[in-house]
């Protein structure tokens, strides 16, 4: 089984909708990420917790929430999805600040 | 945040070595190097970290220049599915990483 886990891998979903992204992981680790990647790009941090009572906004929040529900899991949420949400989204995990991340395997979402 | 400079694409012939090549120019003394690399349709896994002294390990080596403004990830013998995305990322303790673009590898048979 991965160590991080994200569910659905893929998402087809309408402009206006609310909809939840899971991550889930088993190593034990206190830090988690959520970024996001664009066609041809790198990766670009939207949120990331350093445990279950401290989240904090990354570069590109705007229009996203998330839920840290407990140590080994981490929700983000697109509560209007717009087109230009279209993305690959990867959760991650770390034991620390620099240390190695461990990433899932994406959640790929369209919003038409 | 500290930036790197890659170069947007590599080609390489299978079972030959290939030296992925990153500028740091502005690197800071506590500025850890790390690489990552991202296979298709998955998420990047890690590959190496150093600071100063070049690094070995199962996957690769990272040469690290004496002034740490440039560092060459080495990948001995490239298979198939070395094919990826590479991403040279400076790391220091209190930052998040920045993910640029990376080095797309093509890996020829």
């Known amino acids: 089984d991965a160590d991080v886990t994200q569910t659905p891998r893929n998402r087809i979903t309408k402009t206006g909708k609310r909809i939840m992204l899971e991550c889930s992981q088993t190593?034990?680790?206190?830090?988690m990420y959520w970024y996001r990647q664009d066609p041809g790009l790198g990766l670009q941090l939207i949120y990331y917790s350093f445990d279950v009572k401290d989240i904090n906004k990354g570069e590109i929040s705007d229009g996203y929430s998330v839920s840290r529900q407990a140590q080994a899991k981490f929700s983000l949420s697109l509560e209007s999805a717009i087109p230009n949400q279209t993305a690959l989204y990867f959760c991650a995990t770390s034991s620390g600040f620099g240390d190695i991340q461990y990433f899932g395997a994406g959640t790929r979402l369209s919003v038409l | 945040d500290a930036k790197t400079t890659q170069p947007n694409s590599m080609e390489s012939n299978e079972e030959e070595p290939v030296h992925l090549p990153c500028n740091h120019s502005t690197i800071s003394g506590t500025d850890y190097i790390h690489w990552y690399r991202q296979l298709p349709s998955q998420g990047p896994e890690y590959v190496i970290h150093?600071?100063?002294s070049n690094v070995n390990n199962r996957m690769a080596s990272l040469a690290i220049a004496e002034d740490r403004k440039s560092s060459t990830l080495i990948l001995h013998r490239a298979t198939l599915r070395d094919a990826a995305v590479y991403y040279c990322i400076l790391v220091y303790y209190g930052q998040n990483f920045v993910f640029g673009p990376g080095t797309r590898l093509s890996v020829l048979p």
């Open positions: 150093g600071l100063t």
């Open positions: 190593k034990g680790h206190d830090r």
